[in-house]
């Protein structure tokens, strides 16, 4: 039985099915998920305290972690991934510092200076899952442009095993990267911690981080008026453009590598080919033999479930279907450089652009540099992935002159009657009346 589901030429409904996402129902989880989080605004660290024997089995007796846990992380993590980490500390921080925003300033006409003002965040809270994978990666990809942006506070959530214990990677990593606090908090509760505010956590600025369905439910209901989040975050998606020249092997790496995040992500090609039939049975082929050896194999399959190959025959409409997927990760690897950088060209919709034969999403997620928390569900054709930007604010100011007011005088009476809005009109003529 095929991995992919085919379909040739998708336009219209077709297309729409094609780019249909693997979600979970949402409504299953947003009574509960409400439920915790008015359960932490009223409770405080007492709700924490019992969601964390209740969803990880375990009784803390400090939601901090201690300065000897550290200690033991330190000890812990293997010298080869603390070698991994500096290198991938480098590089993502070298992107991030040429991000640094810069304020601009202009004087629009005599008398009138605009400029934006940068002001970092004052306190992140950055959520790391701990589950059946834990993302130490995503701690650099959170902390390091939080302090490069100048954010004062940086605060870390993740869950604790039934030990009580944060898994020494994410402990090292935090460290590494100059997170100023870490909690044993996990799931909605956290955010409702971070969001709201407890007798040992302080309430922060904003939140940053991936998660499951209850913690992605959590930041939507939160971001409704509690704390800003860094985007809507759901399922991981990878979408692979190619050619029947290129190598199925590692089309097929590429797929399972995303698809073995979790059930519910998404794997997706679009092939540029008249003759396509054999080189999908060896991209078939070669799903099936490396999903074999596998340890996570059981959410691979279940994603492949919901992944799908369209079949096309021009550049164009390959970018077409691309840019109305918005895919989180979209690796073009058509076996051909030219025709590779005229994809990039075409593509206005994704999160994050992977391209040729030797740029796996892999390198992505860890260590080339770039960010790996990105938009997924589409909105990659709105939203960009986080970056320093993410973590300040830019505040708009200006200075008018006596002078310069008199000038922009009557533009600004003129604009404010027309809109009947009196009061308006009078800041101005009252001030021009002083001058005289």
Known sequence: MPYLE????????????????????????????????????EEGDAALHRYSERFDGVVLSSLAVSSEEF?????????????????????????????????????????????????????VGLYIPGGTAPLFSTVLMLALPARIAGCREIVLATPPDKEGKIHPAILYAAELCGVDEIYKVGGAQAIGALAFGTETIHRVDKIFGPGNRFVT???????????????????SEVMVVATTRSNPAFV???????????????AMVVLIGSDPDRWIEELEEQLERQCSVLKR?????QSLEASRIAVVQEVEEAAFIANAYAAEHLIINTGDRVLDDSLVDLIESAGSIFVGPYSPESAG????????????????????????????????VQELTGDGLARLAPTVM???????????????????????
């Open 252 to 266: 097929a790496s590429d797929l399972l590598s995303q698809a073995e995040h979790g059930p519910d992500s998404q």
């Open 297 to 301: 194999s059981g959410y691979v399959k």
């Open 6 to 41: 085919r379909f040739d030429n998708p336009k219209g409904k077709n297309l729409d099915l094609f780019c249909t996402r693997n979600l979970l129902d949402r409504s299953s989880v947003e009574e509960q998920v409400a439920t915790i989080l008015a359960a932490v605004n």
């Open 217 to 235: 439910e959590a930041k939507t209901q939160v971001a409704q008026g509690a704390c800003a989040i860094d985007m809507p975050a759901g399922p």
């Open 414 to 436: 003129t604009m404010a009657a027309h809109e009947e809005l009196e009061a308006h009109r009078r800041a101005v003529e009252i001030r021009l009346e002083e001058e005289r």
């Open 365 to 396: 997620d860890y260590a080339s540099g770039t960010n790996h928390t990105l938009p997924t569900g589409g909105w990659a054709r709105s939203m960009s992935g986080v970056s320093t930007d993410s973590f300040v604010k830019k505040i708009t």
């Open 71 to 123: 200690e033991e992380a330190r000890k812990a993590v293997d010298p080869d991934l603390k070698e991994a980490l500096a290198l991938a500390k480098s590089n993502i921080r070298a992107f991030h510092e040429a991000q640094r925003a810069v304020g601009e300033e202009i004087e629009v006409m005599e008398g009138v200076s605009l400029k934006r003002k940068v002001v970092p965040i004052r306190r």
